[in-house]
């Protein structure tokens, strides 16, 4: 099975905080990820009354980078993660955990209630961050009830059944992780927290009615609730199916790019290290946000898509300005400038990807939309800007040279 290297476990399960440097994420494949570093640095003081923290779709992209981070980074908390291992999800993401007493996995479905509430009952779960959704925008055009039913459904039910976990009061928080999209197409200025939900697609109607299900529950039963709305997160072990990794792989293939609407869509993109490695994001959030409030993750990296396409989305947001400014009261930055994000990213892929996901090429999509052929750093690489070119292959962007530590 493909996995990150391993991860060294702290001595003891006492408070003793695990030096986690360049070295202890590199012993399986030397050579793989020796630029990369996959869990955090910070770490804030534990908190008292948390002690046992649920992540949901903790094998999933952001899921896990937020797992690995506070599982190695806070052995005082320990950590269950559920995740139902669907294909865009990965064993690869957690399996370097495995040797941490302070790590459990379980698979399994928020859609089935058993599982979900023995397992807060068994655990004496007392924090929930629940990252487990269907995430992909243009699925949801092509099957809008998929996402009702995981987005909507399974979160109005893992909302019961913490509802009716330990009596009042032993929850302590419910980080629910919401998206930027709630605002629907945001281009004329920067919005803060309290703008009106406009969904525009099924996939933002899923997250907006989730939401609403959020802070209803937080009003008539106490759940102690705070939302994240994120701008575009990007970076290794996201499935190939968001653009960066998905440009990645069909230029692997020597596929033509397939350029959506007329591909002047601008999307602020986040590398994971800074939104969900949790160093910063979700980590600032666990420990010093505010039960009640919602808080934008924004990134100061826009980016437009590739030029000139034939075919676009039924409806494609021009922009998500989403203001992070209340966020940055506690403490949050974002600190990857998206060249090093890429150039990191397109680096792990080029490395990993057929370890993580065997068959990707195969299941690619490039049906519709093939008008050009170009080079990413054309677009967005800020400081290498080029023109684009024809027939760029692989060799031109796996040449992108090591971006050093991150995060
Ligand atoms: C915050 C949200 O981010 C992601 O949603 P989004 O739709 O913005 O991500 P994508 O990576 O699917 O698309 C980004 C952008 O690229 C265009 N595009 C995509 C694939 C392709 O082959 N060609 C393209 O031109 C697409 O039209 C978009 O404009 C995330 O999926 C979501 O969960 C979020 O919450």
Redesign the pocket.
């Known amino acids: 099975m493909a996995r990150l290297p391993e991860l060294t476990p702290p001595e003891s399960s006492g408070s003793r905080v695990p030096s986690v440097h360049h070295h202890d994420v590199v012993t399986e494949r030397p050579g793989d990820l020796d630029s990369l570093r996959l869990i955090g640095t910070t770490r804030f003081e534990p908190m008292n009354d948390v002690k046992t923290i649920l992540i949901t779709g903790g094998a999933g992209f952001i899921g896990s980078w937020v797992t690995r981070h506070l599982t190695v980074r806070y052995p005082e908390y320990k950590i269950i993660c559920i995740d139902k291992l669907d294909k865009v999800s990965s064993l690869a993401n957690i399996s370097c955990l495995e040797a941490f007493p302070n790590f459990h996995f379980v698979q399994g479905n928020l859609l089935d209630q058993a599982t979900v509430s023995s397992l807060l009952a068994e655990h004496d779960i007392d924090c929930v961050m629940h990252f487990a959704?269907c995430?992909?925008?243009?699925n949801s055009f092509e099957d809008p009830s998929i996402f009702t039913l995981n987005n909507v459904v399974a979160t109005q039910w893992l909302l019961d059944a913490v509802r009716h976990h330990g009596g009042p009061g032993r929850l302590r928080r419910f980080i629910h992780v919401s998206?930027?999209?709630v605002y629907g197409d945001v281009v004329d200025e920067f919005v803060d927290e309290t703008k009106q939900f406009m969904p525009t697609n099924p996939?933002?109607a899923s997250?907006a009615a989730a939401e609403m299900y959020v802070w209803a529950y937080a009003k008539s039963f106490g759940i102690p609730a705070l939302v994240v709305r994120?701008?575009?997160?990007y970076g290794p072990c996201q499935y190939p199916?968001?653009?960066?990794p998905?440009?990645y792989t069909l230029l692997s293939e020597q596929q033509p790019?397939?350029?959506?609407?007329s591909?002047l869509?601008v999307?602020r993109y986040l590398y994971a290290a800074d939104a969900a490695d949790a160093a910063d994001g979700f980590d600032t959030l666990l420990h010093k946000g505010v039960v009640g409030e919602a808080y934008n993750l924004n990134s100061a990296s826009p980016v437009t898509?590739?030029e000139v396409?034939i075919t676009?989305?039924p409806f494609?947001?021009h922009d998500?300005r989403v203001d992070g400014s209340k966020l940055e009261t506690l403490g949050w930055r974002q600190r990857v400038p998206f060249a090093v994000g890429l150039r990191a990213t397109v680096d792990w892929y080029r490395k990993n990807i057929h370890a993580w996901w065997p068959d990707v090429t195969k299941t690619i999509n490039v049906k519709s939309?093939a008008t050009i052929r170009g080079d990413m750093r054309s677009r967005v690489g800020d400081n290498e800007v080029k023109s684009v070119d024809d027939e760029v292959t692989i060799g031109e962007i796996s040449d992108a040279s090591s971006p050093g530590v991150l995060g």
């Open positions: 959704a995430s992909h925008v243009q998206t930027d999209e996939y933002s997250k994120s701008n575009n997160v199916e968001k653009i960066i998905r440009f790019l397939t350029i959506q609407g591909g869509n999307r898509n590739l396409a676009d989305r494609n947001d998500y939309t």
